[in-house]
């Protein structure tokens, strides 16, 4: 863990993007402290204000606080994209693992379920459970994006695994009566830890991308909460002539996507040892 760590201060773009993501995160979370304003308080004597003293981000045009509802809708979107990287890259390290491990029947049923998945239309399974987040149940939304995103991962981590477990290392563990679980987590997953890294910094990226294309297509978050993705839409009709309605959220997206690219990329070269960028 140390020589990680080491080797992700070594990485400037892996630093940039730590210092960058630390940095949204202390916006969204401290931010609404310091702000006059909550994001569910409307100032009838400022619609559509631009940016001013008063009101940072500028006002919507029923008079709430753009700096309020961005960092609110910020706040949702980096705690779906979070869940929804560890979760769906956890079930592809559980699942590509076990079929590659075991074999036989396990490996067909589990393969026979991925593909099922890849061929499922996502956008269509969204808006069929679309009325469950109507009441507020963001973790629908989790559990539906984690389930669409981790197929493709779970295939290559299992051809991975059946590599691995030709290994001499492996084979002596289960010579010796190691349990398939121990020797999965101390054999084998260890070397897939580069690859599963960079698949959840993916996932962030894609989950709060995807979480916000939802919610601005109205299948997402549902008002009155707000999103990245609800703001962009509510404020998008008139950007245009305002833009400060929908440009801030939009530009923030674009900052978490980027800081968490170049984390995924610095966290794949310092855990990848045959990597020669992780200087």
Not at 59 to 64: F, P
Not at 131 to 139: E, F, K, N, S, T
Not at 196 to 206: C, F, G
């Amino acid at each position: 863990m140390t020589a990680v760590v080491r080797a992700l201060g070594r990485n400037r773009r892996a630093t940039a993007g730590a210092v960058l993501l630390a940095l949204l995160f202390a916006l969204a979370f401290a931010g609404p402290a310091v702000s006059p304003w909550g994001w569910e308080d409307t100032d009838f004597t400022a619609f559509r204000r631009p940016p001013s003293a008063d009101h940072w981000f500028g006002t919507t045009q029923s008079g709430r606080d753009v700096f309020a509802l961005t960092l609110r809708g910020m706040q949702k979107s980096l705690v779906i994209g979070l869940l929804v990287a560890v979760l769906s890259t956890g079930l592809a390290a559980l699942v590509g693992m076990v079929s590659g491990f075991v074999g036989g029947w396990t490996d067909r049923m589990l393969m026979w379920g991925v593909d099922l998945l890849l061929v499922l239309p996502a956008f269509l399974v969204v808006a069929v459970l679309s009325p469950l987040l109507r009441d507020g149940r963001p973790l629908v939304l989790v559990a539906v994006l984690s389930a669409f995103l981790w197929m493709v991962t779970a295939r290559v981590v299992r051809a991975m695994t059946i590599s691995l477990k030709e290994r001499e290392y492996v084979l002596a563990a289960r010579f010796t009566g190691a349990s398939t679980p121990r020797v999965l987590a101390r054999h084998i997953l260890p070397h897939l830890a580069s690859l599963l890294a960079v698949d959840a910094s993916l996932n962030v990226s894609v989950a709060v991308i995807a979480e916000s294309g939802l919610s601005y297509f109205g299948f997402g978050v549902r008002p009155p909460d707000t999103s990245l993705g609800t703001v962009i839409a509510d404020g998008g009709s008139a950007a245009t002539a305002y833009p400060w309605l929908a440009g801030f959220a939009a530009g923030l997206l674009v900052l978490i996507v980027l800081a968490v690219n170049l984390l995924g990329d610095g966290l794949r070269d310092a855990l990848d040892p045959t990597s020669g960028r992780a200087r």
